[in-house]
Nanobody
Framework: QVQLVESGGGLVQTGNSLRLSCEAS????????MGWFRQAPGKEREFVCA????????YYADSVKGRFAISRDNAKNTVFLQMNSLKPEDTAVYYC????????????????????WGQGTQVTVSS
């Protein structure tokens, strides 16, 4: 079992930055591919980015490429999402997710690939 707790959300103005954190706990939490998803009101949960458990492979949705960066510190069992140049359309609840894997380079980008989820943190970008 893996438990995930997100933090770092808040209200910011367009163009500003936020850094989200997701702390994982539980057995073998460091051998997990991690992903960030978001869900805006009335919309389906969408993929944002993902990182392999080694941290060597990352993948981004086109909508955030060049603005967001995912990273991880396995010693602290924490994944980060640095969000720059935020736009009002980035407003959503952001969730981190974990999937156990034996591959150091694999990542996943569909919600069904991730059995473990955090409770979410709200990000609101005002125009």
């Amino acid at each position: 079992q893996v438990q995930l707790v997100e933090s770092g959300g808040g209200l910011v103005q367009t163009g500003n930055s936020l850094r989200l954190s997701c702390e994982a706990s539980g057995r073998t939490s460091s051998r997990a591919a991690m992903g960030w998803f978001r869900q805006a009101p009335g919309k389906e949960r969408e993929f944002v980015c993902a990182i392999s458990w080694s941290g060597t492979t990352t993948y981004y949705a086109d909508s955030v490429k060049g603005r967001f960066a995912i990273s991880r510190d396995n010693a602290k069992n924490t994944v980060f999402l640095q969000m720059n140049s935020l736009k009002p359309e980035d407003t959503a609840v952001y969730y981190c997710a974990a999937a156990m894997t034996y591959s150091s380079t694999s990542y996943y980008f569909t919600p069904s690939d991730y059995p473990y989820w955090g409770q979410g943190t709200q990000v609101t970008v005002s125009s």
